[in-house]
């Protein structure tokens, strides 16, 4: 009896702790001409913070003057000088989440009824999240220069440019999937 109560609670947090940690690995991959150039992290877009560079595989094994004379290293200097500013949905799926595990040792009425607004809630954030940074040029519009303005060549390259989401994001969303339609359906089940 204590089993079939409680494990609906672990699954439910242990889910929201899941997502959590999903922030903090590669959630979008900034690429220009299918070869990535950067990467952001989940906790970069709930925090803010510079995308980080990745190392084309033309560039392995030179060195660094190398590179800079092959004037090759502009796309990672053009992401790099960017500064992602904080973005308010990410953050917030990372509040519900936190709320979802301290949920847990809520009675069982109100832990069903707020993982299911914390996971429903926290998949309609992370849609638009994935909405509203689905181009480069969205995240430089909302990005603030931290070296130097966009000359005009640079603007000319950015239609290169595509992002990515990778598997983190995915996963967590997969995961307040599951939440939810395991929430809701033990909501159903009390009811008949």
């Known amino acids: 009896m204590f089993l079939t109560k409680s494990l609906p609670r672990l699954f439910s947090?242990?889910?929201?702790?899941?997502?959590?940690?999903?922030f903090f690995f590669n959630f979008m991959t900034i690429?220009?001409?299918?070869?990535?150039?950067?990467?952001?992290?989940?906790?970069?877009?709930?925090?803010?913070?510079?995308?980080q560079?990745?190392?084309?595989?033309?560039?392995?094994?030179?060195?660094?003057?190398?590179?800079?004379?092959?004037?090759?290293?502009?796309?990672?200097?053009l992401t790099q000088s960017r500064r992602i500013p904080m973005q308010p949905a990410a953050a917030a799926v990372v509040l519900l989440?936190?709320?979802?595990?301290?949920?847990?040792?809520?009675?069982?009425?109100?832990?069903?009824?707020g993982n299911s607004i914390a996971s429903g809630l926290s998949i309609i954030l992370l849609v638009m999240l994935r909405?509203?940074?689905?181009?480069?040029?969205?995240?430089?519009?909302?990005?603030?220069?931290?070296?130097?303005?966009?000359?005009?060549?640079?603007?000319?390259?950015?239609?290169?440019?595509?992002?990515?989401?990778n598997w983190p994001y995915w996963l967590a969303l997969g995961i307040l999937l599951v939440i939810f339609g395991n929430t809701g359906y033990q909501l159903l089940r009390k009811r008949s």
């Open 131 to 165: 909405y509203f940074l689905s181009d480069f040029d969205t995240i430089l519009n909302t990005a603030t220069v931290d070296l130097n303005p966009l000359s005009k060549e640079d603007l000319q390259f950015i239609r290169l440019f595509s992002i990515d989401w």
């Open 31 to 51: 690429s220009c001409n299918h070869e990535p150039v950067a990467t952001i992290t989940g906790w970069s877009l709930v925090k803010g913070g510079k995308p």
């Open 97 to 113: 989440c936190v709320l979802g595990i301290g949920m847990s040792w809520a009675p069982e009425k109100i832990t069903l009824y």
């Open 53 to 77: 560079a990745v190392v084309p595989k033309w560039a392995e094994g030179l060195s660094n003057e190398d590179i800079k004379e092959l004037g090759q290293n502009g796309n990672a200097a």
């Open 13 to 22: 947090s242990s889910g929201f702790l899941l997502v959590v940690l999903c």
